[in-house]
């Protein structure tokens, strides 16, 4: 049977489900949100109370996990663990009180053998040294693709010690989901949502993939390719939100030093086409002036001019009578974008307020678009 590969929102899921009881190993290209999982996992009421620590185990060496202390009165050593395992004499199982522990070891299978083998008790047995996690605490690792070449070896007889899980990129409309929902610029929502291909995966290009037989070089050369060793930058889930940190402080650069940035962030191909969705911005309306008088104010008439205009629109309004203001502008536009509008609201943090505006009710219904 073929390894299935996961969305964001199912590894969640399964971890919650059993990372209290066995180590969960994700496994993805990098850049797609894996590192993120551990955070999503500490907004779950269950573990709201745990003590949480998220470790690049690439930084570890000797002494990083435990070390040793001697009784000499007793004649023994202890193993006493680092603080950030969150177990200590006065915090551990069996004691009273204890809070348990949500780790994330990251990059783990990028490290030496020996400190894998330092590591391994924690993700096998929940024991630090001597100590062992209150009940209730989870581990959960994550690591990269062998194929991506980032050197993350698996070796068999610790694979066995894992459920090791496929964690996919996300699809397009996922992501724009999760952008909607966090801030992400109306600019790179537009260049994601009118750009074929920025969610595409290398691994649709090997045999058996979507599009295998194409050259991925030539094809999309925006995405991340292991075998193009001279690829300067690349799209990816991780690199678009910081392309969205440069456009929302866009206004204290000039074109110049706003291209390179994106260029620097995304690579010479996704920053140059990012970069022309940015200059868009001259041919829309002034949003105060939509505000103002959504009648009146003349219709954006460039076609990916407007997909940004809709992102826009769908995060931009404060209050009711914004939003009001903005969906009679929008239902004066093409029936695709008042499609597309309504899409993007559903998956927004404005969906409640826009639910209070009786015309948007209306064109959700036109549209055919339901919460």
Known sequence: MQEKSLSFSQVVALVSAVGTKRTVLVRGENGIGKTALFHALRQRPEFVNHTASLIDCTQLSDGSVWMPDIDREAGVSRELPNVRFGVSKTNQKGVPGSRPSLIGLDEIMKVPQYIKNVLAPIYYEQRVGEHYLVEGSLVCCFTNLLAEGL???????????????????????????????????????????????????????????????????KDNPRIFNPKDGAQ?????????????????????????????????????????????????????????????????????????????????????????????AVVKYVRRMSATMQTMFTSEVTNSSKVAMFMTVREFVALMNDNKVYL
Not at 174 to 194: D, P, Q, S, T
Not at 242 to 254: K, L, Q, V
Not at 255 to 276: I, K, R
Not at 294 to 300: H, K, S, V
């Open 151 to 217: 050197g993350d070896l698996l070796p068999p007889n610790l694979r066995n010690r894992f459920i090791v899980v496929h964690m996919r990129k996300p699809s397009i409309d996922e992501w724009l989901k999760w952008a909607a929902a966090n801030g992400i610029a109306e600019f790179v929502r537009a260049y994601v949502k009118a750009t074929d291909g920025t969610m595409h995966s290398f691994l649709d290009y090997e045999p058996g993939g979507t599009y295998a037989g194409r050259d991925l070089r």
């Open 232 to 324: 300067e930058g690349y799209v990816s889930p991780r690199s678009l939100h910081t392309a969205s940190d440069i456009i929302h402080a866009r206004s204290t650069m000039d074109d110049e030093t706003l291209q390179a940035a994106l260029v620097g962030a995304l690579g010479p191909v996704g920053g140059a086409e990012l970069s022309s969705f940015v200059r868009f911005e001259s041919d829309i309306p002034e949003y105060g002036r939509v505000i103002k008088d959504p009648m009146g104010t003349a219709l954006c008439t460039n076609p990916t001019a407007q997909i940004v205009q809709v992102m826009q629109f769908a995060s931009r309004p404060l209050n009711r009578d914004e939003a009001e």
